[in-house]
């Protein structure tokens, strides 16, 4: 009984032990969890301001459109950039001491143009941490005092100094197809809140075209695949896969 006893009360003791070591451990697990969970929620590092050099490969799976390359693509697109910028230069006299919204404004190239073209004041929103790029890109070319620069969405930002109405917004928010992961709705709701009665925006519309094809070839690919893969039938699949839409290119030679 004595040996039953003290072996008892050793496990008592040990459980003791542990119950004191995991509930050491909690308050730390639960502080981590609630980081990372507030970073996830806003759907990138929002709640956490990181100097460039200091994101990892966790930071920029959370924030991608925060690494570098991600706008050097962007900027390299000369068709791209140069028609904002034509846009932009070529207009001064609507640019002239007007305050302007620059929504998405990456590391900052658009919100350049407006100050080069005269604006008087630009708001750079941008819910990314690559904004932190865009402060210092900004300031190399001294136009810190003429570009402000707005951390967030802009459904859920208000506009500095008082102003609540801007002159001009401009945006990038066409996407693949234009409609396709494009800003749409973002540029609707500023529009809606922030643009004055007679301001403008740029890009205001746009062109689509569309034609219908037949590629036999391509659908045996995206969709007949599935009827033996690595000799097993997913072709259950198949139903889903058409009802998908698929952004890809075409050869113009078809």
């Known amino acids: 009984m004595n040996r039953l006893s003290s072996q008892s009360a050793e496990n008592k003791s040990l459980d003791q032990e542990s119950t004191k070591k995991i509930a050491s451990f909690e308050p730390k697990e639960e502080k981590m969890n609630t980081k990372e969970n507030h970073q996830i929620t806003n759907g990138s590092h929002d709640a956490v301001k990181l100097a460039p050099e200091d994101m ?3 930071d920029y799976y959370l924030d991608s459109t925060a690494h570098f390359a991600v706008h050097e693509e962007l ?3 000369e068709i791209r950039t140069k028609t904002f910028r034509n846009a932009i230069i070529n207009n001064r006299h609507l640019f002239k001491d007007k305050v302007v919204l620059d929504i998405g404004c990456g590391v900052g190239i658009f919100s350049l143009f ?3 073209a005269g604006a008087k004041l630009v708001i ?3 819910k990314s941490n690559v904004i932190e790029y865009a402060k210092r890109i900004i300031r190399a070319n001294r136009y810190d005092k003429v570009i402000k620069l707005i951390r967030g969405k802009i459904e859920d930002i208000e506009l500095p100094d ?3 109405k801007v002159d001009i917004i401009i945006a990038e928010w ?5 409609f396709y992961d494009s800003m749409i709705q973002s540029i609707i709701y500023a529009r809606d809140k922030f643009l004055k009665p007679d301001g403008l925006i740029f890009p205001d519309r746009a062109t689509m075209y569309m034609v219908g094809i037949e590629d036999r ?3 045996e690919d995206k969709v007949e695949w599935w009827s033996s893969v690595y000799g097993y039938n997913m072709g259950c699949l198949k139903n889903y896969v058409m009802r998908e839409p698929l952004v890809d290119t075409v050869d113009k030679r078809q």
């Open 162 to 164: 008082g102003i609540e």
């Open 174 to 178: 066409m996407g693949y197809c234009l």
């Open 114 to 116: 407006a100050a080069k």
């Open 217 to 219: 070839d391509y659908k």
């Open 124 to 126: 750079a929103v941008e």
């Open 75 to 77: 900027l390299k697109d």
């Open 56 to 58: 990892t490969s966790k």
